[in-house]
């Protein structure tokens, strides 16, 4: 990700309340603001955190109307990233057109036992925070449930 603003040079963008933050900030704010998540639930180490987030609503939109693979990454690096320095493991949750499925590491899913399923998420159908969570994790799958502590 570089440090230009949110949407870059889509035009569809370009009217957002939001496109004046950067790059570097929205990641730097999901990044503190699940930080202060994980502390606050008091997450342990080995516990696992699901997160559903709308990127279209972070740049100012109705939530699955507008996807940005752009915001979604950085929102998903911040997230991943404090997530890793507790040692808590994230999964995210797809939009209502993949049923709400879940991505998750492998070993995640192989060590408790969760379902895999056989699909992958894209920015229209899935949402942009999974998908990207599908692309960046190290060995992803996509879990149709989970028990998680957060």
Known sequence: MNNENIGGNLDALAEHPLTDISSKELETQSYSLCKELIEKAKLQKGQILVVGCSSSEVIGERIGS?????????????????????????????????????????????????????????????????????????????VEKIVAKA
């Open 66 to 142: 507008c996807s940005s693979l752009e915001a979604a990454e950085c929102l998903f690096q911040g997230i991943y990233r404090a997530c890793s320095e507790a040692g808590v493991f994230l999964a995210t949750q797809c939009c209502e057109h993949l049923n709400r499925a879940l991505v998750i590491e492998k070993e995640v899913a192989v060590k408790n036992n969760f379902e895999i399923v056989s699909v992958v998420p894209q920015k229209n159908a899935g949402g942009g925070v999974a998908t990207s969570a599908y692309e960046l994790f190290k060995n992803p799958v996509v």
